[in-house]
């Protein structure tokens, strides 16, 4: 199993900035995709952030440009810088991991989801 540790939520004034961070151990295999999701009170989980292990990046339009997700590959650890915070951006955050685990012949896929950080903005 893939366990999932994040930190870096809190309380921020709009225009201010935040960095969320989520690493990930256990039985890790190959991590594919590593990436952030949010969610508002009574709205649905959203993608934020999604990066390869090649290194590409994916970002919702509602952040591009203030947000910026990178990843430490010998660490198993993603981070979300987050600028000029909006009261919008106010959500749980939440990490995932997607990769592989082996055990020759066999290879199994595993999507696994971090507890969440509260991230509150102040207007």
């Known amino acids: 199993q893939v366990q999932l540790v994040e930190s870096g939520g809190g309380l921020v004034q709009a225009g201010g900035s935040l960095t969320l961070s989520c690493a990930a151990s256990g039985t890790i295999g190959s991590i594919n995709v590593m990436g952030w999701y949010r969610q508002a009170p009574g709205k649905q989980r959203e993608l934020v952030a999604t990066m390869t292990s090649g290194g590409s990046t994916n970002y919702a339009d509602s952040v591009k440009g203030r947000f910026t997700i990178s990843r430490d590959n010998a660490k198993n650890t993603v981070y979300l810088q987050m600028n000029s915070l909006k009261p919008e951006d106010e959500a749980v955050y939440y990490c995932?991991?997607?990769?592989?685990?082996?055990?020759?012949?066999?290879?199994?896929?595993?999507?696994?989801w971090g507890q969440g950080t509260q991230v509150t903005v102040s207007s």
């Open positions: 995932n991991v997607q990769g592989t685990t082996y055990r020759l012949p066999f290879a199994r896929g595993y999507d696994s």
